[in-house]
């Protein structure tokens, strides 16, 4: 059984996206906690399905504590979707991969938190948009690539909630990917699969159909 840990300080909608995928396709991962800086949408979902959680509210203050419950998990994968710069001692409090989603096609907006960077990106007219993720080092969403999703907007045409879902689903598919490759490929094995309108860097190691729209439905209504 792999194990995952989510550190958190939004609503929580990759956390939904990959518990609700992990049951879907019947995975041997499990999430085992939720750590974050705030009461959180994230911390609200985390307890309505029964997921371990804890809140921090003064982080930076207590980041001996924060490490100690980190490390006391033994988990294979910690995901930091928190509005925080990790310390260097939290890095390495454990032997875990730390993975980060970021909204954008880094490097582009880095260090821009959420969604702010779908702001951005219209404001430049950026004709390419999509999801970064990424290994977490010291370096502020610098760390090494793992996965990337694209794909062409036209910000008059497209409506901006429809642009932003689809980021979303970019975001979720590619961390998904992430997480596949870092625990059960080389990329010398890697299966590849197309999407229709998503480039992915590298290709997708499943099928992106098993999620239908009635599983992105049930994402959106969690809230």
């Known amino acids: 059984m792999k194990r995952i840990i989510f550190l958190a300080s939004g609503n929580g909608g990759t956390l939904k996206f990959l518990k609700n995928a992990i049951e879907s396709l019947n995975l041997p991962w499990t999430i085992v906690a939720v750590v974050s800086d705030r009461n959180c949408n994230a ?10 959680s804890f809140v921090f509210e003064n982080w930076n203050q207590c980041i001996g504590e924060v490490n100690d419950c980190i490390s006391s998990f033994d988990v294979d994968i910690i995901i930091t979707n928190i509005h925080k710069i990790l310390f260097k001692s939290t890095l390495e409090c454990c032997s875990s991969k730390y993975v980060n989603l970021h909204y954008s096609l880094l490097p582009a907006f880095g260090g821009v938190i959420g969604f702010k960077t779908l702001d951005l990106a219209r404001k430049n007219n950026t004709k390419i948009i999509g999801a970064t993720v ?12 793992l996965c990337q999703g694209a794909f062409a907007v036209d910000w008059d045409m497209d409506a ?22 870092l625990l059960y490929f080389d990329n010398d094995e890697i299966v590849k699969y197309n999407h229709c309108d998503i480039l992915f860097s590298p290709p997708l190691t499943y099928r992106a159909e098993q999620f239908d729209d009635s599983f992105w439905s049930l994402i959106k209504n969690f809230d």
Not at 163 to 170: A, L
């Open 43 to 52: 911390i609200k979902y985390a307890d309505s399905v029964e997921i371990k």
């Open 134 to 145: 990424h290994l977490v080092d010291e370096n502020l969403d610098g760390g090494k690539i």
């Open 160 to 181: 901006i909630e429809h642009i932003g879902d689809k980021v979303f689903r970019t975001g979720c598919l590619s961390l998904f990917n992430a997480i596949h490759i």
